[in-house]
């Protein structure tokens, strides 16, 4: 029996996948901070060339894939299906578990499905330098790969907690020739000032999403995010159109699709071309988004109109929201430590598309070893909540004798994240749930 569903080439996906027009409600607009008025879409120019801004606020369902990018996703796409039948055993399931490896790209993530179409529309505008955060470093050192492909410079503020914990993240980024900050830094406004209210910040990516976008201001310089924005979850519907053609070889519909979100685009990468199939009536999976217990913007974040960044330089977006000054433990999952969901996301789980849940790290680390003693993959922190959730329902498959069909993403490798599993091998990794009193007091300062 197959345990690997591969594509060939031929079948890389010719489109991205735009899921707001197949909605039963619009999503809510992002608004004009200073006017509280819907956003005009010219007002993005500043920070995006017009190509992502048409893709931001399209409703076109599918979206062509320029030739220039498909020749570069070349490189690690198509990615394999995985029929983890190993995991499945060591649980004594009769679930089968699938499970989409992102991990193969050139960065070790899923993010350069994004980070490769920013690069090349910017390039083809003429822009000469790139400005990012990030927050564990798999979009920094994306973004610095697909700049590299497009001969661009640049620039990446790094939280300064991930920076701290993942040096070879940084050594990555370098290599693709990026400059790296830790976040905050002295090098922007935004960060010289938080500084100096805190000289021993650990950093959000609020506080680095601030200084990117003002850095960006600059002659020739765009900036480019990793989540959140329509756009980026359009770039990662590759994931889930892949994913399809896969579990149709393979002669499976799921049940349930699972995935981890922090900004939210790798679980929309997964599950939105699903939902599309859900929506025509195809097929009828669940879906469940796992976050961390210490940011856990889904399950106890107020859906409001709120800024992406810190400084509150962005435009609001209605949001699942902690609160954009909010500084979230400084957990090994620095890619899900944001204080806000991808505002697309939001609005699915206001009309009831998903139900997400909060764990803690220790047990999310747990699903991480028995994934890599069984299947022989060490995953990133942030897919672990993804593999946690997973483990829980094959065990309750396990006790109710259901031979559900479960999907997952591993979206990306956690190589470069092994002093994490040490601390958690060696009983020093602590779970971070994040006090209710922290939350209240972000929550009060929303606009």
Request: charged share 20%.
């Amino acid at each position: 029996m197959a345990n690997r569903f591969p594509l060939d080439a031929s079948r890389l996906p010719r489109r991205w996948y735009n899921v707001v027009p197949d909605l039963p409600a619009p999503p809510p607009p992002p608004l004009d901070p200073a006017t509280r008025a819907p956003l005009d879409p010219a007002a993005l120019e500043p920070l995006f060339p017009p190509d992502l801004i048409t893709q931001e606020t399209s409703t076109d369902r599918y979206v062509d894939i320029p030739e220039a990018v498909r020749e570069i996703y070349r490189l690690w796409r198509p990615t394999p299906l995985l029929r983890a039948r190993r995991l499945e055993r060591a649980l004594g399931t009769p679930a089968r578990i699938y499970v989409k490896y992102e991990g193969g790209s050139p960065s070790g993530s899923h993010k350069p499905n994004t980070a490769v179409p920013q690069a090349y529309y910017n390039a083809r505008l003429g822009v000469r330098r790139l400005t990012t955060e990030t927050g564990a470093g798999q979009w920094g050192s994306a973004l610095a790969f697909a700049a590299a492909q497009f001969d661009l410079a640049c620039e990446v503020w790094m939280v300064r907690s991930s920076y701290d914990q993942k040096p070879y993240r940084r050594s990555m980024m370098e290599l693709f020739g990026a400059t790296v900050h830790p976040s905050p830094s002295p090098a922007t406004r935004a960060g010289a000032a938080v500084l100096a209210a805190d000289p021993s910040s650990p950093g959000s990516l609020g506080i680095a999403i601030s200084e990117a976008v003002e850095a960006a201001a600059a002659p020739g310089t765009r900036y480019a995010v990793g989540s959140v924005l329509n756009h980026v979850l359009l770039h990662q519907t590759v994931i889930g159109e892949e994913a399809l053609e896969q579990l149709t070889m393979a002669g499976e519909t799921p049940d349930l699709v699972v995935g981890c979100t922090g900004g939210g685009s790798n679980f929309a990468g997964l599950a939105l071309p699903f939902l599309r199939e859900k929506m025509a009536g195809t097929m009828s999976p669940a879906f469940l988004a796992a976050e961390p217990a210490a940011c856990p913007s889904l399950t106890r974040g107020r859906y409001a109109y709120d800024h992406g960044d810190a400084a509150g330089l962005t435009p609001l977006f209605k949001m699942h929201t902690l609160g954009r000054g909010l500084v979230p433990d400084p957990i090994h999952a620095g890619g899900l430590r944001y204080h806000g969901m991808a505002p697309l996301l939001s609005h699915l789980y206001e009309l009831g598309l998903f139900t997400a849940v909060a764990l803690p790290q220790r047990a999310c680390f747990d699903a991480g070893v028995l994934f890599a003693r069984t299947e022989g993959i060490v995953p990133a922190p942030e897919p672990t909540h993804a593999l946690a959730a997973t483990v829980t329902e094959a065990r309750r498959c396990a006790e109710t004798g259901e031979p559900k069909v479960i999907l997952t993403a591993l979206c990306g490798h956690g190589h470069l994240d092994l002093a994490a599993y040490d601390a958690h091998l060696s009983g020093r990794l602590q779970d971070r749930p994040l006090p209710e009193p922290d939350l209240r007091a972000a929550l009060s300062h929303l606009p």
